[in-house]
């Protein structure tokens, strides 16, 4: 890719450039003119016009020419994953995998979209005379905001959600990667029926900021939770709403039942896929007593025979490549540092070259140390004894954050079991990583990893309003609905509500039962009371039945 400038001036009236840097080589390849604070109102305007023809369009419209993109991104794949190689370091085939997943997800949602997006029909409850039902508006403009290490696979599906949902998007991608971001957006440049409703904005996290003040009409971060913070807190001035997919500190407890060499095998994987840079990677492993020695055995060896190293080609066989942003370096580096300081000791790995730092083991590791209660974010993973079950789910929840985990037993029944007792999102049983690639399985974080959900029907929805409709003709008489609102109807209105919701016999018939021994009430009045009252609870009863069966 040559050097290119797309529209823009500079930010603070002087030229702000993204360098595009190959962090395995450190070797500048292009770069991009930061977008200015008028390019985000003007393109939030645009946005806001453009938001109108989008959602007019039928869904199965907006399905149609989605689908170019799933088509673009498998016939240009190479393209993609050549630039996503240059631009992070990661090998092509994990560029792939990214390709992979989003394709996947493109095709299922464009597949459900148009049934998930229906309307419905809602009981009326005892508003019998009116039809209910409802419909999932889109909110307008969304602004989409996205980090480096999953330069493809955390822009696109927020992005492709929010379309297929009704909405015009406003992406900003990651400054780290921007070579991406900008491939990206020539993607969509090369689909005519697409491109009107998305605009790009290149450039750091003062675009991000600006994005925010342009009142977007919903937000979805995917980033630090310390930018969670900053946007939530610039966000709460508008009103705006806020997804929120932020880091992680992903625990991995191996039980004395687990299959050790493949809970070793999948759990060095899951810490040093894409070089530790994984929201959901394995950041802590608890390991129970018995089997404690038997796994780190395990573990170093599957740990030694990572091969590191980059290459731009698509026959590569190294497993982890270089770390992609110098500001992960000095947090690693501060990481390991703290836990030395405070006992713990590195049993692999723990030098760096540049960009390179070998995959790095550590024990005799405790939770006073950063190392085990922040996220470290790189290839650094530490490994620490627990006496059964109950310490290691202690310690798993004994953090802020809460993305995922996964539990390693071959009872798993008892995995189960264990996975319900941990305070997280999502849990992997005997895997690390993979349920992230399941496109309709919810994820996201509870405490200070985030707010909301991506894939799935919740995530299709949250980029929805609902909205509300009752219809019918002005209310009758003797619809619930005037009783209520006329008085002199208390008696009337206290009947019903215990002929409708008493929660037994008794409480159901109790006003019958009342006007039957009242004294006062002539004999003939009462025959008439209790031949109303009974048809009353057989007609609460009958409407009951229909409106559950009508649900
Ligand atoms: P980051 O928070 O530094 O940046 C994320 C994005 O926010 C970037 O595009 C950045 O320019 C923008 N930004 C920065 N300041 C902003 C501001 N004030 N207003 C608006 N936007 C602003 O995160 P990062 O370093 O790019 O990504 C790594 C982090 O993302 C890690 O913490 C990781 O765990 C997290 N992450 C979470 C998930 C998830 O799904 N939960 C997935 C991947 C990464």
Request: glycine share 8%; hydrophobic share 40%; with cysteine.
């Given at each position: 890719m040559t050097s290119e400038v797309i529209k823009g001036r500079p930010l603070n009236g002087k030229a702000d450039y993204l360098p595009f840097v190959?962090?395995?080589?450190?070797?500048?390849?292009?770069?991009?003119?930061?977008?200015?604070?008028?390019?985000?109102?003007?393109?939030?305007?645009?946005?806001a016009t453009a938001a109108r023809a989008w959602a007019a369009k039928p869904v199965k419209e907006r399905v149609r020419i989605v689908r170019q993109l799933q088509t673009l991104l498998i016939d240009e794949m190479d393209e993609i994953t050549a630039v996503m190689n240059q631009d992070?370091?990661?090998?092509?085939?994990?560029?792939?995998?990214?390709?992979?997943?989003t394709v996947d997800l493109i095709n299922q949602y464009c597949n459900r979209a148009p049934r998930w997006l229906r309307r419905r029909r809602i009981s009326p409850g005892?508003?019998?005379?009116?039809?209910?039902?409802?419909?999932?508006?889109p909110h307008g403009v969304v602004g989409?905001?996205?980090?480096?290490?999953?330069?493809?696979?955390?822009?696109?599906?927020?992005?492709?959600?929010?379309?297929?949902?009704?909405?015009?998007?406003?992406?900003?991608?990651?400054?780290?990667?921007?070579a991406t971001g900008v491939m990206i957006e020539k993607l969509f440049q090369k689909l005519p029926e697409l491109a009107p409703f998305v605009r790009f904005l290149h450039g750091d996290g003062r675009v991000g900021a600006a994005l925010v003040q342009s009142k977007p009409d919903l937000i979805f971060l995917t980033g630090s939770t310390k930018t969670g913070r900053l946007v939530m807190r610039a966000a709460a001035e508008n009103m705006t709403p806020v997804v929120c997919?932020?880091?992680?500190?992903?625990p991995m407890i191996v039980l004395e039942d687990a299959d050790i060499e493949a809970a070793a095998r999948w759990g060095a994987w899951g810490a040093f896929y894409n070089t530790g840079q994984t929201c959901m990677a394995v950041e802590r492993i608890y390991v129970v007593e018995s089997v404690y020695?038997?796994?780190?055995?395990?573990?170093?060896?599957?740990?030694?025979?990572?091969?590191?190293?980059?290459?731009?080609?698509?026959?590569?066989?190294?497993?982890?490549?270089?770390?992609?942003?110098?500001?992960?370096?000095?947090?690693?580096?501060?990481?390991?540092?703290?836990?030395?300081?405070?006992?713990?000791?590195?049993?692999?790995?723990?030098?760096?070259?540049?960009?390179?730092?070998?995959?790095?083991?550590?024990?005799?590791?405790?939770?006073?140390?950063?190392?085990m209660r922040e996220e470290t974010f790189g290839p650094v993973v530490p490994i620490m004894m627990v006496d059964d079950e109950v310490h290691a789910i202690q310690l798993a929840n004994d953090s802020?954050?809460?993305?995922?985990?996964?539990?390693?037993?071959?009872?798993?029944?008892?995995?189960?079991?264990?996975?319900?007792?941990?305070?997280?999102?999502?849990?992997?049983?005997?895997?690390?990583?993979?349920?992230?690639?399941?496109?309709?399985?919810?994820?996201?974080?509870?405490?200070e990893s985030g707010i909301g959900r991506t894939h799935g029907k919740k995530d299709l929805l949250q980029f929805t309003q609902t909205r509300a409709y009752v219809v019918g003709n002005p209310p009758l008489p003797f619809d619930i609905a005037t009783i209520l609102r006329q008085p002199g109807n208390y008696k009337l209105g206290s009947g019903i509500i215990h002929l409708a919701f008493g929660t037994s016999p008794k409480q159901k018939l109790k006003p019958v039962v009342e006007l039957i021994e009242d004294k006062e009430v002539k004999p003939k009045a009462r025959k008439v009371g209790t031949a109303v009252g009974l048809t009353a609870a057989l007609g609460a009863a009958i409407i009951a039945f229909v409106l559950r069966t009508r649900k």
């Amino acid at each position: 890719m040559t050097s290119e400038v797309i529209k823009g001036r500079p930010l603070n009236g002087k030229a702000d450039y993204l360098p595009f840097v190959n962090p395995a080589t450190g070797e500048q390849f292009g770069s991009v003119v930061m977008g200015t604070e008028a390019d985000v109102q003007n393109a939030r305007r645009e946005m806001a016009t453009a938001a109108r023809a989008w959602a007019a369009k039928p869904v199965k419209e907006r399905v149609r020419i989605v689908r170019q993109l799933q088509t673009l991104l498998i016939d240009e794949m190479d393209e993609i994953t050549a630039v996503m190689n240059q631009d992070n370091g990661k090998s092509r085939q994990d560029a792939l995998a990214e390709l992979f997943m989003t394709v996947d997800l493109i095709n299922q949602y464009c597949n459900r979209a148009p049934r998930w997006l229906r309307r419905r029909r809602i009981s009326p409850g005892l508003q019998i005379f009116k039809r209910c039902y409802i419909e999932q508006h889109p909110h307008g403009v969304v602004g989409v905001i996205g980090p480096w290490n999953y330069p493809l696979v955390l822009i696109l599906p927020p992005v492709i959600s929010a379309l297929l949902a009704g909405n015009t998007v406003l992406v900003k991608p990651s400054e780290v990667t921007a070579a991406t971001g900008v491939m990206i957006e020539k993607l969509f440049q090369k689909l005519p029926e697409l491109a009107p409703f998305v605009r790009f904005l290149h450039g750091d996290g003062r675009v991000g900021a600006a994005l925010v003040q342009s009142k977007p009409d919903l937000i979805f971060l995917t980033g630090s939770t310390k930018t969670g913070r900053l946007v939530m807190r610039a966000a709460a001035e508008n009103m705006t709403p806020v997804v929120c997919e932020l880091g992680g500190k992903d625990p991995m407890i191996v039980l004395e039942d687990a299959d050790i060499e493949a809970a070793a095998r999948w759990g060095a994987w899951g810490a040093f896929y894409n070089t530790g840079q994984t929201c959901m990677a394995v950041e802590r492993i608890y390991v129970v007593e018995s089997v404690y020695d038997r796994f780190l055995e395990a573990f170093l060896e599957e740990t030694r025979q990572l091969k590191q190293g980059y290459s731009p080609e698509i026959d590569n066989l190294n497993d982890i490549g270089p770390l992609t942003f110098q500001r992960q370096v000095d947090i690693i580096e501060d990481h390991v540092e703290d836990a030395l300081t405070k006992g713990a000791q590195i049993i692999h790995g723990g030098n760096r070259d540049g960009m390179y730092m070998e995959p790095t083991v550590m024990v005799n590791v405790d939770h006073s140390m950063k190392i085990m209660r922040e996220e470290t974010f790189g290839p650094v993973v530490p490994i620490m004894m627990v006496d059964d079950e109950v310490h290691a789910i202690q310690l798993a929840n004994d953090s802020n954050l809460g993305l995922s985990a996964s539990v390693w037993s071959r009872d798993l029944a008892r995995g189960e079991r264990v996975a319900k007792e941990l305070y997280v999102g999502s849990v992997n049983i005997n895997d690390t990583m993979s349920h992230f690639a399941i496109p309709r399985l919810p994820f996201g974080g509870v405490k200070e990893s985030g707010i909301g959900r991506t894939h799935g029907k919740k995530d299709l929805l949250q980029f929805t309003q609902t909205r509300a409709y009752v219809v019918g003709n002005p209310p009758l008489p003797f619809d619930i609905a005037t009783i209520l609102r006329q008085p002199g109807n208390y008696k009337l209105g206290s009947g019903i509500i215990h002929l409708a919701f008493g929660t037994s016999p008794k409480q159901k018939l109790k006003p019958v039962v009342e006007l039957i021994e009242d004294k006062e009430v002539k004999p003939k009045a009462r025959k008439v009371g209790t031949a109303v009252g009974l048809t009353a609870a057989l007609g609460a009863a009958i409407i009951a039945f229909v409106l559950r069966t009508r649900k």
